[in-house]
C-alpha cells in the first residue's frame, strides 16, 4: 500500500532533549516536506526537500533541522526543543513537479509533541 | 504569493449537496486551483483541482469561475464522513521549483444528520 508513514505518533518530551520524527514514504517520491499545524494558524511548512541532498526552508524552519541522505526517508531533528515546538507536526510526499501545476501531495497521519 | 479567502465555517444536513466557496483574486494565469480536506485526527488528503474548465472526480466536482476570480467545491450528497476542514490552495510561485503547498484556516464543514 502506497503511503507515507510517521514515528512516533505521540511524543512528550523535556525542553532541551534532542528528538528525531522519522518520516518514511515507499512510492519512490523525489518531493518530500515537513509541516506543522497549530491552532488557528492552519498549516505552515517548515523544510522540504526536492531531492536527495537538497533540501530548503519553509516558512517556519527556526528550531528545526532536516537531512535527505536517502530518497524514502526525511526525519525531522529538533536538537534542543522548546515549549513552542508542541504542535501537530505532518510529513508529505509527491512526484516531482515536472509542469506549471502542483504535482498531489501525499501526507503522513501526524506527530502530536508536547514539549515540557 | 496568490491568496485564497474561504468562509471560516459552514453546516450542511447530511444527503445536501453542499457549496465550499474560495476566492482568489489575485490567481496568475498560470495558477492551478487544488482542493485538499483534512478530516478529524488525520493528515490532509488531496480532493480534486482544475485550471480552467470544471473538473469532476469521484470525491466532489470543481466549478471554476471564467474570470478564474474564485472557484467553488461541490459535494453532490454530504456525508457525516465528510464533516472535515477544506483548503483551497494555489500553487508555489514557478521561479521556486518547488512543490510547495501554502495552507490558509480553510473552511471547518460541518455535517448536520
Known amino acids: 500500500e502506497a503511503q507515507v508513514t510517521q514515528n512516533p505518533r505521540y511524543l512528550i518530551t523535556v525542553t532541551g532533549k534532542k528528538l528525531t520524527v522519522t518520516c518514511s514514504q515507499n512510492m519512490n517520491h523525489e518531493y518530500m516536506s515537513w509541516y506543522r499545524q497549530d491552532p488557528g494558524l492552519g498549516l505552515r511548512q517548515i523544510y522540504y526537500?526536492?531531492?536527495?541532498?537538497?533540501?530548503d526552508k519553509g516558512d517556519v524552519p527556526e528550531g528545526y533541522k532536516v537531512s535527505r541522505k536517502e530518497k524514502r526517508n526525511f526525519p525531522l531533528i529538533l536538537e534542543s526543543p522548546s515549549p513552542n515546538q508542541t504542535s501537530l507536526y505532518f510529513c508529505?510526499?509527491?512526484?516531482?513537479?515536472?509542469?506549471?501545476?502542483?504535482?498531489?501531495?501525499?501526507f503522513g497521519p501526524g506527530t502530536r509533541l508536547l514539549v515540557l | 504569493d496568490a491568496k485564497t479567502t474561504q468562509p471560516n465555517s459552514m453546516e450542511s444536513n447530511e444527503e445536501e449537496p453542499v457549496h465550499l466557496p474560495c476566492n482568489h483574486s489575485?490567481?496568475?494565469?498560470?495558477?492551478?486551483i487544488h482542493w485538499y480536506r483534512q478530516l478529524p485526527s488525520q493528515g490532509p488528503e488531496y480532493v480534486i483541482h482544475g485550471l480552467t474548465s470544471n473538473v469532476n472526480n469521484r470525491m466532489a466536482s470543481l466549478a471554476i469561475a471564467e474570470d478564474r476570480k474564485s472557484s467553488t467545491l461541490i459535494l453532490h450528497r454530504a456525508t457525516l464522513r465528510d464533516a472535515a476542514v477544506y483548503y483551497c490552495?494555489?500553487?508555489?510561485?514557478?521561479?521556486?521549483?518547488?512543490?510547495?503547498?501554502?495552507f490558509g484556516t480553510g473552511t471547518r464543514l460541518t455535517v448536520i444528520p
Open positions: 508529505a510526499s509527491s512526484p516531482r513537479r515536472t509542469s506549471g501545476r502542483l504535482e498531489t501531495q501525499y
Open positions: 526537500s526536492m531531492n536527495v541532498e537538497v533540501t
Open positions: 490552495i494555489l500553487r508555489d510561485p514557478p521561479q521556486t521549483g518547488a512543490n510547495n503547498l501554502f
Open positions: 489575485t490567481i496568475s494565469g498560470t495558477d492551478y
